[in-house]
T-cell receptor
């Protein structure tokens, strides 16, 4: 069965510090991987996606993610966190062929302190 | 930049009442989805829709739910007789036709059933 695990429910980092949010997936076919961000009361905004090619992908707002097939992971990183990055982050997996439902992880809530 | 829109942003209803949630997908998209997110939980797939029919649905999408594309722009989710446990944020998403299409999400409708 398809699944996404985000092991960290809540992470707190200092502004300016680096960030890594973990995501592990289980998917029977070639995965199509996403990170979405949800600010309080808002919808889901796509940060970045990966389907093939370079395993390090760049997204918006200075985020990047690295796909590691051997570890079934797709961790999200940012070298220097800003207070505005405080939000809920969701990892999701879909079919490489597209047009199929996404399976989401439970999310990681990021808090940023001064 | 085109975006998915949803109305209303918030809806409060009494248990047993019917509600219709509305979505306007991105205009040239052909695949449409509804997801829901119960407070504090992960985003869950409800149903996908293509070519004027349901293409896939989850176990959550029982006989109380229905979807419709009444015209060329709107995509609706109807809950016939709401239950307390239907209280959630409902997201509409759409993507174009082709492989590796990204699903774009609307801002959501927060439904509260009393």
């Amino acid at each position: 069965a398809q699944s996404v695990t985000q092991p960290d429910i809540h992470i707190t980092v200092s502004e300016g510090a680096s960030l890594e949010l973990r995501c592990n997936y289980s998917y029977g076919a070639t995965p199509y991987l996403f990170w979405y961000v949800q600010s309080p009361g808002q919808g889901l905004q796509l940060l970045l996606k990966y389907f093939s090619g370079d395993t390090l992908v760049q997204g918006i707002k200075g985020f990047e993610a690295e796909f590691k097939r051997s570890q079934s992971s797709f961790n999200l990183r940012k070298p220097s966190v800003h207070w505005s990055d405080a939000a809920e982050y969701f990892c999701a997996v879909g079919s490489y062929s597209g047009n199929t439902p996404l399976v989401f992880g439970k999310g990681t809530r990021l808090s940023v302190i001064a | 930049e085109p975006e998915v829109t949803q109305t209303p942003s918030h809806q409060v209803t009494q248990m047993g009442q019917e509600v219709i949630l509305r979505c306007v997908p991105i205009s040239n998209h052909l695949y449409f989805y509804w997801y829901r997110q119960i407070l504090g939980q992960k985003v869950e797939f409800l149903v996908s829709f293509y070519n004027n029919e349901i293409s896939e649905k989850s176990e959550i999408f029982d006989d109380q739910f229905s979807v419709e594309r009444p015209d060329g722009s709107n995509f609706t989710l109807k809950i016939r007789s709401t239950k307390l446990e239907d209280s959630a944020m409902y997201f509409c998403a759409s993507n174009g036709q082709g492989v590796r299409e990204t699903q774009y999400f609307g801002p959501g409708t927060r439904l509260l059933v009393l």
